[in-house]
C-alpha cells in the first residue's frame, strides 16, 4: 500500500511537467510496480549470498525461498526466519560530549546569532531497526527503521521500504523512504561514517526524502548509479522535508577496483534539482558539533528552485583511505540575486591496527569498519587516526549566511563491530557578522549499533 500511494503521488506531482520527463518517469515508476507485483515472471537471476539491506551499505543474508535452512551462516541472535520473511533486528544509539573554548570574536558571533556556546553531554539519536527477505522467486527485501533525534527531542521514520532486485536492469529499485542519493558521505548509514558528523557541505541537502530510486552497477565496466524522483506527500510538514519535489542522480566509476587486495579508486559526479515547499528555504549548519548551534545560516529566503552539482573522488588502499567531495549549490531567487553556495572537504585515514573499510558496489559507498578481533574476545578493536578539513560558504548573492571552515584531527576505537569509541579535536573559523572569530572544539563520543 506504501509503494502505491507513493507512485500515485509522484506521478499526480509532475502532471504539470514536461511531457518528456512525464513519459520518462511513468515509465520506470510503472516498470518498478511491475516487478514487484510479478516476481515469479522475471529473467533468471543468478545465486547470490548477500543482498542490499536497505540503500546504505548494510546486507542481507540471501536464504534460499524453497527450502527453509537448519541454521544461518551469521549465527546472531537477532536473525530470525520466518514462512512468509526472514527478520533482522537492529538499532543504534549514540551518546556524546562536546566541549568549547573561543576567542572574544568567537563569543560576540554568538551573542548575535543569540545563542549560548555552553559544554553539554547530549543523546545524539537513538534507532530502532528492522529488515528482512520475503520468501518469493524474485528477490525482495524490506525495512523498516524508527529514530529519536535527540536535538528535535522527537521520533520520525528512519529509512523505510521495498528493494526490488532488478537484474533487467543491472541492480536494484527502492520504493519508500530512503537517502536522495546525492553524495556518497551523505548516502553512508550515519554509524559507519569516519568522522562524528557529515561535512557540513552536505547539510543543504536534506537527510530523507519519500519516492522511488534506482540502483544499478555495471561489473565489466566498473560503473554505478543511483537516480531517485521524491515528493513530500507523505513527510510534509516533518524537519527534513523542505522540497515539494526534487530529482537526484548520482554516477560513479571504478577506475580501480580489486577486492582481494583492498583496493579501490572511486570517482562520482552528483547532480539535483528541486522546488521548496512554498517557495522558500533556509539553509544553515552546525560546525560538526551537533550539540553545538547554528553557526551559519542564510535565514528563510524566496526561491523559486535550486540545483546542485558536484564530484566525489575516493581511493583506499589496504589501512588508507584519502577522499574529497566538493559541492556548489545554486538557487534561483529574484529577490536575493540568485545566491550561489560552494562547500567541500578532504579526508585521510589510516587504521592502525591494518583493517580496511569495504567498499559496496551495489549501493556505490563504503560499509562499516570490520573488526579482525573484538575486545570483548581478547583482542584490541581496531584503531584508526584520520585528519579531515571542510568549510561551507552561504554568502551568495545578497545573502550573508557566513562562512566558515574547520580541521578536524581525530581518533576512532572499535572495541568491536558494535561498540565504538571516538574523539576529536576541532579547530574551526567563523567569518560573519564582519567578525572572524575562533572556536576549539573538544568532542567524544560513544556508539552502540546492531547493523
Given amino acids: 500500500m506504501y509503494m502505491i500511494i507513493v507512485v500515485s503521488r509522484v506521478l499526480d506531482l509532475f502532471d504539470n511537467q514536461a511531457n518528456s520527463v512525464k513519459i520518462l518517469l511513468r515509465y520506470l515508476l510503472a516498470l518498478g510496480f511491475t516487478l514487484f507485483l510479478f516476481p515469479y515472471y522475471c529473467f533468471s537471476q543468478e545465486k547470490v549470498e548477500y543482498i542490499p539491506d536497505g540503500t546504505q551499505g548494510e546486507m542481507l543474508e540471501v536464504l534460499d525461498s524453497v527450502k527453509v535452512p537448519a541454521r544461518w551462516r ?29 576567542n572574544e570574536a568567537g563569543k560576540i558571533q554568538m551573542d548575535s546569532i543569540g545563542s549560548v556556546l555552553e559544554p553539554a553531554f547530549a543523546v545524539r539519536d537513538f534507532r530502532l531497526v528492522a529488515s528482512g527477505q520475503l520468501k518469493t522467486k524474485r528477490i525482495i527485501s524490506w525495512k523498516l527503521g524508527m529514530m ?24 536494484n529499485i527502492f520504493v519508500g523512504r530512503t537517502k536522495e542519493g546525492f553524495s556518497l558521505n551523505k548516502v553512508m548509514n550515519g554509524y559507519s561514517g569516519w568522522t562524528m558528523e557529515r561535512q557540513m557541505a552536505i547539510d543543504v541537502i536534506p537527510i530523507l526524502a519519500d519516492g522511488v530510486k534506482w540502483l544499478g552497477y555495471l561489473p565489466n565496466k566498473r560503473i554505478l548509479w543511483n537516480f531517485g524522483v521524491y515528493t513530500d506527500w507523505l513527510s510534509e510538514g516533518q524537519s527534513f522535508s523542505t522540497y515539494k519535489w526534487q530529482t537526484a542522480f548520482r554516477i560513479g566509476w571504478l577506475p580501480v577496483y ?15 534539482y528541486g522546488e521548496p515547499v512554498n517557495g ?53 531567487s529574484a529577490t536575493t540575486n540568485d545566491p550561489l553556495f560552494f562547500g567541500g572537504d578532504v579526508v585521510a585515514s589510516y587504521m592502525i591496527t591494518g583493517e580496511s573499510r569495504l567498499y559496496n558496489t551495489a549501493t556505490g559507498i563504503f560499509g ?18 584520520l585528519f579531515r578539513a571542510s568549510t561551507l560558504d552561504l554568502d ?9 571552515w574547520r580541521i578536524t584531527p581525530m581518533v576512532n576505537w572499535y572495541l568491536s563491530k558494535e561498540v565504538r569509541f571516538e574523539l576529536a579535536y576541532g579547530y574551526g573559523v567563523l567569518d560573519r557578522f564582519n567578525l572572524k572569530g575562533a572556536t576549539q572544539f573538544f568532542q567524544l563520543r560513544i556508539q552502540l549499533s546492531l547493523s
Wanted: hydrophobic residues 35%; aromatic residues 16%; without cysteine.
Fill in 74 to 102: 551469521d549465527k546472531r541472535w537477532r536473525l530470525f526466519n520466518g514462512k512468509i520473511t526472514t527478520i533482522k533486528l537492529g538499532g543504534g544509539f549514540l551518546y556524546e560530549f562536546a566541549g568549547y573554548s573561543q
Fill in 148 to 171: 529519536y533525534d535527540g536535538p528535535s527531542g522527537s521520533w520520525f521514520m528512519r529509512e523505510s521500504g521495498i528493494m526490488i532486485g532488478v537484474p533487467e536492469l543491472w541492480g
Fill in 258 to 272: 580489486s577486492p582481494e587486495k583492498k583496493t579501490v579508486l572511486h570517482v562520482g559526479i552528483n547532480y539535483r
Fill in 280 to 332: 522558500e528555504i533556509r539553509v544553515r549548519s552546525r560546525p560538526e558539533a551537533n550539540p553545538a548551534p547554528r553557526f551559519i545560516d542564510t535565514e528563510v529566503f524566496q526561491t523559486d528552485h535550486s540545483s546542485h552539482i558536484g564530484g566525489e573522488a575516493y581511493y583506499n588502499s589496504g589501512p588508507w583511505m584519502l577522499g574529497s567531495e566538493v559541492y556548489w549549490h545554486q538557487f534561483r
Fill in 368 to 385: 562499516f569498519v570490520p573488526v579482525k578481533k573484538s575486545v570483548f574476545k581478547g583482542g584490541s578493536g581496531a584503531w584508526e587516526v
Fill in 396 to 404: 551568495g548573492g545578497t545573502i550573508k549566511g557566513g562562512k566558515f
